[in-house]
């Protein structure tokens, strides 16, 4: 109920009666709420309580002393980042593969999911959906050591198919050229299924009276999946897209470190692998923890930059 156009007086008989309709709605959610306690302390001690931990960033951080006994060196640790070129190759690469993962790994799902949605043979469209699945609880050490022997020169079925239609062995990971694709698409193989999840969870709930009424209208399959199916689930797109954009700079670093060599390390790093080789590889505690800041308020600026634009554009908003 909105109380801005009352008087003062309505105002203050309005007020009890809505704090009275909150609370009583609190209380038959109740079970909701103490259901959700342990999901919100979760949340609160490893996402928000670390935070504090960025005040090493601006320390010269020395394990065995006490916190309070650091010694504080201001912007010193943003400074030295700023000034390194490593950065800077490290957030290009970063960005690189980021930005390719975001169009393979964002619009290759929905189509799959679309997909899916028109299978009509239950048992065929269930196994399909379980083979899709299974490489996501694959970890990434199995995952580095296969990509390694298909791409494999001696023996491997990538290049056996290259050199059946008569071409050469291609040295796929001895080039830097080809780094970014293998790691993308190895993210895409291994999540693909995983990520479809969700946007066949949205289809479900599309009214299906839409789909009849449009075959009645003579609507064809493609006609459907373009017309009811995709604006259907159309705010579950754009939301999981402006998450997708706040994570460009949060890619980890475990595909990177477990299908780099020396011969592609520098098409390898990224930001989260240049924060541990600094901060724990070198102990520069206060240098990496430095590097980590500025990955989250660049994460933190994409993401309300994209809900912005989106919530302008379509007035759909996560926030």
């Known amino acids: 109920m909105h109380t801005s156009g009352l008087s003062p007086a ?7 009666r809505r704090r009275s309709r909150l609370l009583r709605r609190a209380y038959e959610q109740r079970y909701l709420y103490a259901m959700s306690l342990p999901f919100v302390a979760l949340v609160f001690v490893f996402n928000y309580v670390p935070i504090w931990g ?16 650091q010694q504080w ?10 000034q390194d070129e490593t950065f800077y190759l490290a957030l290009r690469n970063t960005l690189g593969m980021s930005v ?37 609880f694959v970890s990434w050490v199995v995952v580095a050591g ?16 290259i050199a059946h239609f008569g ?21 895409l193989w291994k999540e693909i299924g995983w990520n479809t999840i969700i946007y066949l969870a949205a289809m479900t709930a599309i009214e299906p009276a839409l789909y009849e ?19 259907g689930i159309s705010r579950v797109v754009i939301i999981l897209f402006v998450l997708s954009i706040g994570h460009l700079t949060a890619i980890g670093f475990e595909k990177q470190l477990l299908l780099s060599n020396p011969v592609v390390k520098d098409s390898a790093l990224v930001l989260d692998l240049y924060a541990l080789q600094n ?23 994409l993401l309300f930059g994209a809900n912005a634009f989106f919530r302008r554009r379509t007035g759909d908003s996560i926030i």
């Open 167 to 187: 071409g050469q062995p291609v040295q796929f990971m001895a080039h830097s050229t080809y780094f970014w694709g293998v790691v993308v698409l190895s993210d």
């Open 279 to 301: 901060g724990i590889g070198m102990n520069k505690f206060s240098f990496g923890t430095a590097i980590g800041v500025v990955n989250s308020l660049v994460g933190l600026a």
């Open 54 to 69: 960025w005040l090493t960033a601006f320390q010269r951080y020395r394990p065995g002393r006490p916190f309070w006994e």
């Open 73 to 82: 060196v201001g912007l010193k640790n943003f400074t030295d980042l700023f």
């Open 100 to 136: 390719l993962g975001l169009i393979l790994g964002f619009t290759m799902p929905i189509i799959f999911a679309l997909l899916l949605n028109e299978l009509r043979d239950g048992l065929f469209k269930r196994t399909v959906q379980t083979v899709s699945y299974l490489p996501h």
């Open 213 to 231: 009424a449009a075959r009645v209208d003579g609507a064809g399959r493609w006609q459907l999946m373009r017309h009811i199916t995709l604006p």
């Open 10 to 16: 309505t105002r203050s008989r309005a007020e009890p």
């Open 146 to 161: 296969l990509v390694y022997k298909m791409l494999s020169t001696d023996g491997g079925p990538i290049n056996q198919l």
